[in-house]
């Protein structure tokens, strides 16, 4: 994710990961500086985002376009760097 994150961010592609575990703080905190990721990470111990977005697996990665829809779910592991990923963010960067 941070390798997808790094290419297309200057095009105005984000990413926002979320964490629904209670007091992960600091495990977060730990992960983030040990993988240097630079994409924001959100709290969200009481589920308020996994239920707006209806997720009923983790992990689950949701592509939404430059108008807010929705346009894919991936429920599951997913290779965010390899070809068919990078030709799906770039049709939403289009």
């Keep these: 994710m941070q390798q997808i994150y790094s290419e297309y961010k200057a095009k105005g592609f984000e990413i926002l990961a ?10 977060i905190s730990d992960f983030v500086k040990e993988l240097r990721l630079t994409f924001p990470i959100v709290l969200d111990p009481y589920m308020k985002v996994t239920r707006k ?6 992990p689950v990665s949701v592509l939404i376009d430059r108008q807010g829809i929705i346009r894919a779910k991936e429920i599951g592991y997913h290779d965010w760097a ?3 990923s990078r030709t ?3 049709s939403l960067l289009g």
């Design 88 to 90: 799906r963010v770039e």
């Design 82 to 84: 390899n070809k068919a």
């Design 53 to 58: 977005f209806r997720v009923i697996g983790l």
């Design 18 to 27: 979320v964490n629904i575990e209670p007091d992960a703080k600091q495990a």
